[in-house]
T-cell receptor, first 115, second 111 residues
Framework: DGGITQSPKYLFRKEGQNVTLSCEQN?????MYWYRQDPGQGLRLIYY???????QKGDIAEGYSVSREKKESFPLTVTSAQKNPTAFYLC??????????????FGQGTRLTVV | RKEVEQDPGPFNVPEGATVAFNCTYS??????FFWYRQDCRKEPKLLMS???SGNEDGRFTAQLNRASQYISLLIRDSKLSDSATYLC????????????FGAGTRLFVKA
């Protein structure tokens, strides 16, 4: 079945540690996104990527880094510079064509907790 | 001003009621519009894309008003299973499509 897979589902990190969240899609989508969601809040865009080897900062990129070495993979690293990393992280992908894009398909999310 | 704004609610309605949500956006160059549904502790899932001519899917109707920069979602004959958070999303092109979500509106449908 086609879809987006995020792993792990739950992740615990000690303060001061970097941690990498995995996101893989087999939908052949060009665009991929990372969002952060805090309790009772909407989704805030961290980074997005339209094509391989290219990505752009979203609204809250500080303390995060990404790579896009393969079309199907868009890992997110939460660095020690991120002051409040405990949140629900969602990866998504979509098709972009011309001057429009389709809806975003989401993975099941990773809940990151700093202990 | 936030790029996409929604009334956070919550909306508490009885079964069978009609409920409407509005969402405003600030970027006049926005090109694609969507409503998503998110259940508690789950990922958002697409409910409807929103087209300029308006579109309907069963009990759900979505409208777009480009002049006033808002989109709306109408739910008729509410069911208990409609209880969820409804997120609007707006996309615009900035060298890549950037999709921005509203904070979501919580809906509780009561028996």
């Amino acid at each position: 079945d086609g879809g987006i897979t995020q792993s792990p589902k739950y992740l615990f990190r000690k303060e001061g540690q970097n941690v990498t969240l995995s996101c893989e899609q087999n939908l052949n989508h060009d665009a991929m996104y990372w969002y952060r969601q805090d309790p009772g809040q909407g989704l805030r865009l961290i980074y997005y990527s339209q094509i391989v080897n290219d990505f752009q900062k979203g609204d809250i990129a500080e303390g995060y880094s990404v790579s896009r070495e393969k079309k199907e993979s868009f890992p997110l690293t939460v660095t020690s510079a991120q002051k409040n990393p405990t949140a629900f992280y969602l990866c998504a992908s979509s098709i972009e064509y011309g001057q429009s894009n389709t809806e975003a398909f989401f993975g099941q999310g990773t809940r990151l907790t700093v202990v | 001003r936030k790029e996409v704004e929604q009334d956070p609610g919550p909306f508490n309605v009885p079964e069978g009621a009609t409920v409407a949500f509005n969402c405003t956006y600030s970027n006049s160059a926005s090109q694609s519009f969507f409503w998503y549904r998110q259940d508690c502790r789950k990922e958002p899932k697409l409910l409807m894309s929103v087209y300029s001519s308006g579109n309907e899917d069963g009990r759900f109707t979505a409208q777009l008003n480009r002049a006033s920069q808002y989109i709306s979602l109408l739910i008729r004959d509410s069911k208990l299973s409609d209880s969820a958070t409804y997120l609007c999303a707006v996309s615009f092109y900035t060298g890549g499509f950037k999709t921005i979500f509203g904070a979501g509106t919580r809906l509780f449908v009561k028996a």
